[in-house]
Nanobody
């Protein structure tokens, strides 16, 4: 079992920044991928970005150049730095941990971008 605890969501004005964190604990495999997905009301969950334990990252086109994923393997923690936020970034952001055998999800943290 792997537990994921997210933090850092909140309300921010358009153009602002937020940093999300997700700490994993439990049975962590050294080779894994962690990342972020988001889901707005009435829509399907979509990829934001992921990063492997080796440091290879991918991003959705909608966030490229604005969001940055990083991780600290010693802390089993992944971060999502979100800059130049737009109202359309409003969603519940879910952390994901994926190993060769298992996929786990966090409960999500709300990000609201509004005046």
């Amino acid at each position: 079992q792997v537990q994921l605890v997210e933090s850092g969501g909140g309300l921010v004005q358009p153009g602002g920044s937020l940093r999300l964190s997700c700490a994993a604990s439990g049975r962590i495999f050294s080779i894994n991928t962690m990342g972020w997905y988001r889901q707005a009301p009435g829509t399907q969950r979509e990829l934001v970005g992921t990063i492997t334990s080796g440091g290879i990252s991918i991003y959705a086109d909608s966030v490229k150049g604005r969001f940055t994923i990083s991780r600290d393997n010693s802390k089993n923690t992944v971060y999502l730095q979100m800059n130049s936020l737009k109202p359309e970034d409003t969603a519940v952001y879910h952390c994901q941990y994926r190993s060769e055998r298992w996929t786990y999800w966090g409960q999500g943290t709300q990000v609201t971008v509004s005046q």
